[in-house]
């Protein structure tokens, strides 16, 4: 008897129209390709149970659920072969399709298409199904084109072609309808930075305010929104045109050697205006004095991989922190949302965060897994199979995703018997999900040992708070208000931003805090987030007793 073959049908529909109705579209596909596997029976076929089905997912690219569920057996050696309806149920893209294909091949998979007669092991097969995927391709460009060119020329008609609707409109037969009350809060955040020359500043005003972003339920019934507004979400709302009666609208146009730029419009809208032009110019003018670029901020945070999985012990987001030392030396961290600009606004009364040191933390996971697996992987690779890390004050609860490994003569028992054997006997496995607890080492600089007095042992720290103190008295200087040049005083200036005024509070602490923060004699619970973040007494006793230290 000849070898049993494990088919898999996919099926796939690019709208999510009609897939409430109790026979739809990916029904008729999967009948269909499982009537040619029963037709197929006599040659050893098999259908598997498995459904994989994208309902409401576009052909364009392989970001799938389904699709990458159907990889991911193949590569385990699940599947022999694989049957859609049509070829481009699997995919439009020509690229997309060579990488499928290449999948196919390295783990002996064969392709079928039950209405187009395909053998992709043949040149004959691969030749034709490059040229129906070349018309499918080109078919879902023209659509896409044809698209863009209806919204550009209604929205220069100034008509409103979907989205969420913002702060300050409601949606009535498709037009937007000024909502007053929403339009007043809208006028309010204006006039409000113009005063307080802060986004952030002002996100924290109107955080405490109790003033919320919009609130929308969409088609499937879920409300969302009714949120803090974030720095993000002011920015935006500051920058939007709508706001004045327009309607922006972005187009791609092509430039030299490939590339391309986005070119944004604004047309005369149909809907009625909330903020007076002088006003909304006004605000431009501030946001664009205040600018910061924004490309090197993304780089640096692109060089923190385990952003977005690091959590402290209450559940907060760990997110990238810099900062400078002596020769402009950068400083990376994991600092928790609440000991943050934009985590306090939602986080007004936590402030009991963690600041873990990036490149410590990083190098430790790093080589503590590649210990467990047989074949070293880069360190990318291994940073991406992580699922999320808990930090606590000695030990990092880590889930690590096994999967990526899986291969012949490794397995997640293999791999969660060597996790138990070099880190954490208590360890256990979900699925392919291993969670374990691998201690963090205490910080040794050469031979210092800890005092008794608890101070810092880690030099980045160190080097941050002194700098602070340094920077402290620098503004002071500049603002004439240094407490060693009392002569100045007579012409001190206020401070213009949140950033400054944070900072020169720490050269006003009493001179012995001063002293220990420059000399690393400071305790290891101040940390310079807790300087930035504190409302200091203005008596030395109160300074003392308020960041416990002895007088």
């Known amino acids: 008897m000849s070898a049993r073959l494990r088919c898999a049908v996919y099926t796939r529909k ?14 008729a596909q999967r009948e269909s390709c499982e009537a040619y596997i029963l037709s197929q029976a006599g040659e050893g076929w098999d259908c598997l149970p498995d459904l994989y089905d994208d309902g409401g997912w576009s052909g364009g690219n392989m970001e799938r659920p389904a699709l990458k569920r159907l990889l991911e057996d193949i590569a385990r050696g699940r599947i022999d072969i694989v049957v859609v309806y049509k070829v481009d149920r699997l995919t439009r893209s020509l690229m997309d399709f060579a990488r499928i294909v290449e999948i196919f091949d390295t783990n002996n998979t064969s392709f079928v298409s039950v209405t187009q007669a395909f053998n992709t092991t043949s040149s004959m097969g691969r030749l034709t199904l490059n040229v129906l995927l070349s018309f499918a391709q080109f078919e879902r460009e023209v659509t896409g084109e044809r698209i863009r060119d209806k919204i550009a020329a209604s929205k220069a008609r100034g008509m409103w072609m979907g989205g969420i609707v913002p702060l300050g409109y409601d949606l009535e037969e498709r037009k937007l309808i000024i909502n007053p009350e929403e339009a007043e ?19 924290k005003e109107l955080a405490g305010e109790g003033i919320r972003s919009k609130r929308w339920t969409s088609r499937s019934g879920n409300t969302h929104g009714g949120v803090t507004l974030s720095c993000g979400a002011l920015s935006h709302i500051l920058n939007n045109r709508i706001y004045l009666g327009e309607i922006t609208h972005s187009s791609r146009s092509s430039q030299s050697r490939g590339t391309s730029t986005h070119e944004a419009r604004s047309y005369p809208g149909q809907h009625d205006p909330i903020i007076d032009p002088d006003l909304f110019n006004a605000v431009a003018d501030r946001l664009a004095a205040h600018h910061h670029r924004k490309a090197t901020r993304k780089t640096r945070a692109a060089a923190c991989p385990l952003t977005s999985k690091l ?18 030396r950068m400083y990376r961290y994991y600092v928790s949302d609440c000991l943050l600009p934009n985590g306090q606004i939602v986080n007004t009364s936590n402030r009991t965060g963690q600041r873990l040191p990036a490149q410590r933390i990083e190098t430790l996971i790093a080589r503590s897994l590649t210990k467990l697996l047989p074949d070293p992987p880069p360190p990318d690779r291994l940073f991406a199979s992580l699922a999320r890390i808990i930090a606590h004050r000695d030990t990092l609860q880590i889930s690590w995703d096994v999967a990526d490994f899986v291969r012949e003569g490794f397995c997640p028992d293999m791999a969660l018997g060597r996790v138990q054997h070099h880190h954490d006997p208590q360890s256990r496995r979900e699925g392919e999900l291993i969670h374990f607890a691998l201690p963090i080492p205490p910080t040794r600089n050469g031979r210092i040992v800890p005092s008794k007095h608890n ?6 720290t160190r080097t941050v708070l002194a700098d602070l103190v340094r920077t402290s008295h620098r503004k002071l200087a500049e603002l004439n208000a240094s407490p060693l040049n009392l002569e100045l005083h007579v012409h ?9 005024r944070a900072r020169i509070a720490i050269g006003l602490l009493a001179p012995d805090i001063q002293k220990a923060l420059l000399q690393g004699t400071a305790p290891s619970h101040i940390t310079p987030e807790m300087l930035l973040a504190a409302t200091l007494p203005l008596d030395w006793t109160g300074q003392r007793k308020f960041l416990g230290i002895e007088g």
């Open 185 to 203: 809060t809208v006028r309010h955040i204006f006039t409000r930075y113009l005063t307080l020359n802060s986004i952030i500043a002002l996100a």
């Open 14 to 27: 690019s709208t999510e129209e009609g897939l409430e109705q109790s026979f739809n579209s990916l029904d």
């Open 311 to 328: 959590f402290d012990s209450d559940g907060q987001p760990m997110r990238p922190s810099f900062s400078y030392g002596r020769g402009k």
């Open 492 to 500: 001190m200036t206020a401070p213009t931003n949140d950033w400054t």
């Open 455 to 460: 101070h810092h042992h880690d030099t980045e």
